[in-house]
């Protein structure tokens, strides 16, 4: 090999060299990464607020009354439960009489029919009546006596008729005491309690009973009598209907003189509750076979010699 073909074969393997190390450097490539992508979420509604209720207005003692008597009116048939005592006191003859007495009665207003089974105790004896009201005739069994019958005046039917009669004395209130709320028998009511007019509450005592020889209650003047009176109803706030009433009286009569007491006081103590039922149910009242049958009743009772007998006609 002449020099000339080694300085080439240099040069060439020279520039070879040169050539691989002058290549550029490759840019490393950065790491892809992922940008998160965040959603934007809008808060859920508030829900639109309900509607306060308006609450309903209390109503005053007057307007329940009101009510219930409006409400009565619309009744057509009920029934009612009665439980009475009534304590005779009479310090001049050293007389003490309770009456314990109850009434369970149906209530036919259109047609005007009313059946009722009286109980009563007073001085050891108990007595039983079973009785009719239909129309203007009473119809009576006391006891194991046979039937009797008597026409009757229009205000006993009415007197006979709770309702209507509960209704009055609560409207003929002169005052009524604050009002407040119970429950009777699940039934939310009003509770009244008022002072009654003594007029209308001697009209009702008198209606409960029978009048005496020689004493018609229902004629005395209320004011000379009446110690006491109140009457306080439950009224069912829904129907406006009466639910239950109670009353008590306190009385001081003047006895006048017989063939056989002399003229005394006699102070009487009443309590009286109601419980109403079954409005506008339908009700069965019939005369049994043996009523239809019945005698006229008496307009005199027998008296033995040397006492007074009275007149029990109205």
Do not use: R
């Amino acid at each position: 090999m002449n020099l000339q073909k080694l300085v080439l074969i240099t040069v060439l393997a020279a520039g070879l060299v040169t050539a691989s190390c002058s290549q550029p450097t490759p840019t490393p490539t950065p790491p892809v990464t992922s940008t998160p992508v965040t959603t934007s979420t809008s808060p859920a509604p508030s829900p639109s607020p309900k509607p306060t209720p308006t609450p309903t207005p209390e109503l005053t003692a007057k307007e329940v009354v009101l009510k219930m008597a409006a409400a009565s009116q619309a009744v057509k048939t009920y029934t009612f439960d009665m439980s009475m005592n009534m304590t005779m006191v009479s310090k001049s003859l050293n007389m003490t009489i309770s009456i314990p007495t109850t009434v369970q009665s149906q209530v036919d207003v259109p047609n005007k029919k009313i059946h009722f089974v009286l109980a009563a105790s007073a001085l050891g004896q108990d007595v039983k009546t079973d009785t009719y009201l239909i129309n203007n005739t009473m119809y009576t069994m006391a006891g194991a006596q046979p039937w009797v019958k008597s026409q009757i005046p229009e205000d006993t039917w009415q007197a006979q008729n709770q309702i209507g009669q509960q209704a009055a004395l609560l409207q003929s209130a002169v005052t009524f005491n604050p009002m407040a709320s119970e429950t009777v028998d699940g039934v939310a009511c009003y509770v009244i309690s008022a002072s009654p007019d003594l007029a209308a509450a001697l009209k009702w005592f008198a209606g409960q009973q029978s009048d005496g020889p020689g004493l018609d209650i229902s004629k005395l003047d209320p004011s000379k009598i009446f110690k006491s009176c109140t009457i306080k109803g439950w009224v069912s706030k829904e129907t406006g209907l009466p639910v239950k009433t109670d009353m008590t009286m306190a009385m001081e009569l003047a006895i006048p003189a017989t063939a056989n007491a002399p003229a005394s006081n006699l102070n009487l103590d009443v309590t009286a509750s109601v419980k109403f039922n079954d409005y506008n149910k339908p009700v069965t009242i019939n005369l049994p076979p043996a009523a239809l049958q019945a005698a006229d009743m008496p307009t005199t009772i027998p008296v033995k010699p040397g006492q007074t007998g009275g007149n029990t006609g109205k």
